[in-house]
């Protein structure tokens, strides 16, 4: 490969050794890392906001009030507790399986993947003298012109020629080769480190909530669906975090599980992007359950799919509504299924039932305790 690309004018691409990638953390193995974080992450931010709801901290945000979670939520705390445990453990046995059938992690390709970028950006660069042509450009005549005071925008203007950037060869010769502009190592460094791995992660966004929408809105078009699988998560009038993964376990399997390890599979991502996407998918789904609008929580600004958005579909006036989840609003605004219209009046009308619920309730319960 050295060979041709020197033949060609072209830099040398550097030799490489494949091993094994060490782990992320000293302490424990990335396989029960990727088994055990996007767990723990559910847990960790579900008992922050588990921490706020309990005092109380910030009513200001409150979606709903705390009588209304006790007045018209038809689960235990301790059955939605007990069935996210359940999904969890579903959750990580497909982890098992999806990370057994993975190839073992390597390193050692970096620095050639990255060279590989720059004789990608090399060669587009040989279009340019064309390009300008068709602008009525003579490429050739400005880079002489600008060869002494801006060498590297002249060798770029000449299609990439920099006959001054030369290194030497490792070899009994010290044979000299072309070489790399900075500026071409700094562009593959961004699009090999950065660029592609964010375009995977929002592809691997766009795949789940494609999978969701469908899956969810199948679930509340089909009766049998509903009633058998969906209708469980939708005793939750009021969302709270830890209730996010508050399913039947077919649904969890379906709708969550299998939606993530498909969109891993489809984006391509390498098992520390898996890992990313599945701890940040996760974290996303809670803060969507969480019942608060907070306005510096970053993850209810990146879109208009929040806590806010997804209460509405909770509702029993929004529930055939604002079925997409977890990113992006996309789908429901695309297929007509987005909400429209004011929701403050029947978020009003339904605060005011569980108080006068709440009160009539602590009515009876104390004129029950004076008779006795």
């Known amino acids: 490969m050295a060979n041709a690309t020197v033949a060609s004018g072209l830099p040398p691409l550097p030799a490489y050794e494949v091993r094994p990638m060490p782990d992320l953390l000293p302490f424990v193995s990335d396989f029960w890392l990727s088994l055990l974080l996007p767990p723990i992450a559910y847990w960790v931010v579900s008992m922050f906001f588990h921490i706020i709801d309990i005092y109380d901290l910030f009513p200001q945000y409150r979606l709903h009030t705390p009588e209304e979670i ?24 497909c982890s098992i399986v999806l990370t057994l059938t993975e190839p073992g992690q390597t390193t050692g390709t970096q620095e050639y993947d990255v060279a590989v970028w720059a004789t990608r950006i090399r060669l587009a660069q040989r279009a340019l003298p064309s390009i300008l042509g068709t602008l009525g450009l003579n490429a050739a005549a400005i880079s002489k012109n600008m060869a002494a005071s801006h060498p590297l925008l002249a060798g770029a203007l000449a299609g990439g020629h920099y006959p001054f950037l030369t290194t030497t060869l490792d070899d009994d010769a010290g044979t000299a080769v072309p070489a790399f502009a900075t500026w071409e190592l700094l ?21 789940l909530d494609t999978w969701q929408y469908f899956w969810h809105r199948g679930m509340h078009m089909n009766k049998w669906m509903y009633t ?13 975090a830890y209730g996010a993964l508050y399913n039947h376990p077919v649904e969890g399997l379906l709708l969550d599980t299998l939606g993530a390890g498909v969109a891993y599979k489809a984006a391509g991502l390498t098992q520390r992007l898996g890992l990313v996407f599945f701890v940040g998918s996760t974290i996303k789904t809670v803060d969507d359950h969480c019942g608060y609008a907070l306005p510096w929580d970053p993850l209810q ?7 806010a958005y997804h209460d509405i579909h909770h509702q029993s006036w929004g529930i055939k509504t604002n079925f997409s989840q977890p990113f992006f609003t996309l789908w429901d605004r695309v297929l007509g299924t987005r909400w429209k219209g004011d929701t403050k009046l029947r978020y009003e009308r339904a605060r005011t039932r569980a108080a006068d619920k709440d009160k009539a309730g602590n009515g009876v319960a104390n004129g029950a305790a004076k008779e006795e």
Not at 187 to 207: D, E, H, R, S
Not at 228 to 240: E, Q
């Open 228 to 240: 058998h699988w969906h209708s469980r998560h939708h005793r939750l009038y009021v969302p709270y």
């Open 301 to 307: 600004h990146i879109t208009s799919n929040n806590a």
């Open 187 to 207: 562009v593959a460094k961004a699009i090999y480190w950065v660029l592609i791995p964010a375009f995977q992660l929002w592809l691997a966004a766009c795949v």
């Open 70 to 93: 006790t007045q018209r939520n038809l689960a235990t705390r301790y059955e939605v507790a007990r069935d996210v445990l359940i999904q969890q453990a579903i959750q990580i046995a």
